[in-house]
């Protein structure tokens, strides 16, 4: 097996052992061994894979792809034609390969779901979020040919979500993959407890995640606060008994596209439509109260509840009165997209695959 020495650790190769243990056929390590772990992570699946060679936001140090000679009679057309795609990709940036078994793509992924591929990545940085920074979210969106974010498409959709201590894995992946297809850029995390970036997340939304910009707020309100100071229309979510005085609450069929900045050149940014900011609370309590009376906008998911005579009140009370943090995040993002984008909306997405 060739070995790879990394800019960053110094590597190990793929080690074979000498004895034959029943339980574990191979003792294998990666390039970036144990002892640097935090330094190195591996992404597994096609799309994770595809996705982190075709943004360029974490250094890459080795790929592991199937052997040919591992190729099963079940192995999908498909599947043959992505991975042909990956190693052109890797050898189009010198990145170097090494060709496995199976079984050893089995011990190196951890028995995870991996596709015949394996990516040794630096960890997604998390950017703290700052004044220089806020400025740099609104210059990608006039200058997305700047070194800022070069996988940004020229007219950039200007909304990025907050994510205030999301939990759930699942829900994570999932909003992200919606995020990506209606052309958001960037994420911003609370503090802890709330999920970051990790290669489970990168496979769950599907690749999703290495097209994303991600910062972490220090003081969500604070942070909210300094948002809305650089022009930023920041919206929340809430439930029908969730009221701000800070802030209008609608539900969302009752919104007017002038709410959600359309044709709002006249603020700070000048960009139109108004960049903004769609936060999303926890699974379990929402946003919190703080972070409710920070937001320039509320906006609510309307439901049967919300058509009384439709509701039988002798039941009612078991139907559920939320929606799923993911599945809200998903028809959020689709509505406040065709409000603020039309029928341009129905037809492109800003996130797309960065080629030179």
């Known amino acids: 097996m060739e070995v790879y020495l990394s800019p960053l650790v110094k590597c190990h190769g ?3 052992a000498v004895s034959n243990e029943p339980i574990n056929k191979y003792n294998l390590t990666t390039s ?9 992570e591996t992404l597994y699946g096609i799309h994770p894979v595809l996705c982190a060679l075709s943004f360029h936001q974490r250094n890459i140090k080795q790929l592991y792809v199937r052997d040919i000679s591992s190729k099963t009679k079940d192995s999908e057309s498909l599947v043959e034609l992505s991975l042909s795609q990956i190693i052109e990709e890797a050898l189009r940036f010198n ?17 995870r779901s991996h596709q015949g591929v394996l990516l040794e990545v630096s ?3 998390i950017h703290p979020i700052s004044n220089l920074s806020i400025q740099n979210l609104l210059h990608s969106w006039t200058n997305p040919s700047e070194k800022y974010f070069p996988f940004v498409k020229k007219n950039n959709r200007p909304i990025i979500l907050l994510l205030d201590h999301i939990s759930d894995v699942m829900n994570f ?25 990790s290669p489970l997340i990168s496979k769950l939304s599907v690749g999703a995640m290495e097209g994303m910009l991600f910062y972490r707020l220090t003081d969500i309100v604070m942070d909210m606060k300094s948002l809305s100071d650089a022009g930023f229309l920041v919206v929340g979510t809430c439930g029908e008994s969730q009221i701000s005085p800070n802030a209008i609450s609608k539900p969302l069929n009752c919104l007017q596209p002038n709410e959600v900045g359309v044709n709002d050149c006249n603020n700070n940014t000048r960009i139109s439509p108004r960049p903004m900011v769609l936060a999303l609370g926890s699974e379990s309590r929402g946003l919190s109260e703080n972070v409710l009376n920070a937001c320039d906008l509320l906006l609510r998911v309307p439901g049967l509840a919300d058509t009384p005579n439709l509701v039988n009140k002798s039941i009612s009370q078991n139907i559920p009165s939320s929606l799923n943090v993911a599945v809200a995040a998903g028809i959020l993002l689709y509505q406040l997209t065709m409000y603020r984008h039309g029928c341009e909306a129905a037809n492109t997405s800003s996130f797309v695959f960065h080629k030179e």
């Open 173 to 197: 992946g999932s909003i992200l993959r919606s995020a990506a297809f209606f052309g958001v850029s960037a994420v911003l995390l609370s503090t802890a407890p709330c999920v970051t970036p």
């Open 32 to 40: 970036c061994g144990t002892i640097h772990q935090q330094l190195c």
């Open 14 to 16: 793929l080690k074979r």
């Open 123 to 125: 960890p997604i940085i």
């Open 95 to 111: 990145i170097p390969i090494t060709h496995v078994s199976v079984e050893e793509l089995k011990v190196l992924s951890n028995s």
